[in-house]
């Protein structure tokens, strides 16, 4: 009778000492490296023993079936050959097995990413595609997903691969993806000046990240645009943005206010509202092309001062002797030296509103 089995048929004839068992091998197999297959011929309970080789080495297995894992690529010969039970033997019969290397996955090269941008992964060597962990990828069933990772810090991902045979990779490859720490530059705080006086800009690098290269723009009334501290001298009132930029190509962007009066002056509020809100809590004068400060001072109406500074970013908090004082109007004075050296004086009185 004719049996079909897993990749191998054996025709079995009955046995007598005038004629021998033999077998007939089939098509040829096809394999990953890495699969296990059985091999069968014949009928378990038919009373025959059986020879097993492999490339001409003798397999462990004297019965009617043969276990192999397939761990190294390359074309095989498998023969059987059966021994009946009166002695008799049966023709040698063979088959080739193909078994096919495992594909090689490449992750890519590792990647620096500035924090806030996405970058692509780029891997090869397979047909199909699985990346993993999938977090933060737009696909990672595709050869090349986009990765957006919102935080800093580092990360890997690891490549699959299977080849159009099926036949898939044994060992994923790893790349790594670095998400750099956010950039800030600050442009400087907004400024006041007369018209035509020389401001000294600098571009302050907040979080040490060690940026190259500076630009400024627009570049009206800057003596260079590609620098940390440009000079400006206008007699309008401009808005300057500074990008900043490391060596892996991170920007960061600030801008500065300068507004313009026509000649230097101090300019004082005429009330304040220290409620905590936010707004309006501070009383200090604006300054207009002053150079220095000598002094400013708020007095109590009897007198009294209750705040004094010679520092211009300085200013009232409606408080004297660590309480807060209660609405009333206040005497202030104060005298500064302009960029030209002319002493301005200035005073008058200020609503403290509860």
């Given at each position: 009778m004719y049996r079909l089995l897993r990749h191998i048929v054996f025709i079995t004839l009955v046995s007598i000492c005038v004629q021998q068992a033999f077998a007939?091998?089939?098509?040829?197999?096809?394999?990953?490296v890495g699969t296990t297959r059985l091999y069968q011929v014949n009928d378990a309970a038919k009373p025959s023993t059986y020879t097993w080789k492999v490339d001409g080495v003798v397999q462990a297995s004297v019965r009617n079936e043969l276990t192999m894992t397939w761990n190294t690529p390359g074309v095989f010969l498998v023969t059987v050959q059966e021994h009946s039970n009166n002695g008799c033997d049966g023709d040698i019969r063979s088959g080739v097995v193909n078994v096919i290397a495992p594909p090689v996955p490449n992750a890519g090269p590792?990647?620096?990413?500035?924090?806030g941008n996405s970058t692509r992964l780029n891997g090869t060597g397979g047909t199909q595609y699985q990346w993993s962990p999938a977090t933060y990828l737009s696909n990672p069933a595709v050869p090349n997903p986009v990765v957006s990772i919102p935080l800093p810090g580092t990360y890997q991902y690891y490549l699959d691969v299977r080849t159009v045979t099926g036949c898939r990779s044994i060992k994923r490859d790893t790349v790594t993806i670095t998400i750099l720490q956010p950039v800030k530059v600050f442009?400087?705080?907004?400024?006041?000046?007369?018209?035509?006086?020389?401001?000294?800009?600098?571009?302050?690098?907040?979080?040490?990240?060690?940026?190259?290269?500076y630009t400024w723009t627009p570049s009206a009334g800057l003596n260079t645009i590609f620098v940390q501290n440009p000079v400006?001298?206008?007699?309008?009132?401009?808005?300057?943005?500074v990008t900043a930029r490391t060596a892996n190509g991170c920007e960061a962007r600030d801008d500065i206010s300068i507004k313009v009066f026509n000649a230097p002056d101090i300019f004082v509020p005429t009330g304040f509202t220290p409620n905590g809100d936010g707004l309006n809590d501070i009383f200090k004068p604006i300054y207009a092309g002053i150079r220095e400060l000598k002094l400013f001072s708020v007095f109590s109406r009897w007198g009294e001062l209750v705040f004094t500074t010679n520092e211009?970013?300085?200013?009232?908090?409606?408080?004297?002797?660590?309480?807060?004082?209660?609405?009333?109007?206040f005497v202030w004075q104060v005298e500064g030296v302009d960029y030209n050296g002319n002493v301005i004086r200035r005073k008058g009185t200020v609503a403290l509103i509860r």
């Open positions: 007939q091998a089939a098509m040829p197999d096809t394999v990953c590792d990647a620096i990413v500035c924090y442009a400087g705080r907004d400024t006041l000046i007369v018209a035509n006086q020389p401001v000294q800009l600098n571009a302050v690098d907040v979080n040490g990240s060690g940026f190259v290269n400006a001298m206008v007699n309008r009132d401009i808005v300057y943005v211009q970013s300085a200013g009232w908090n409606g408080m004297y002797k660590g309480r807060n004082q209660d609405a009333n109007v």
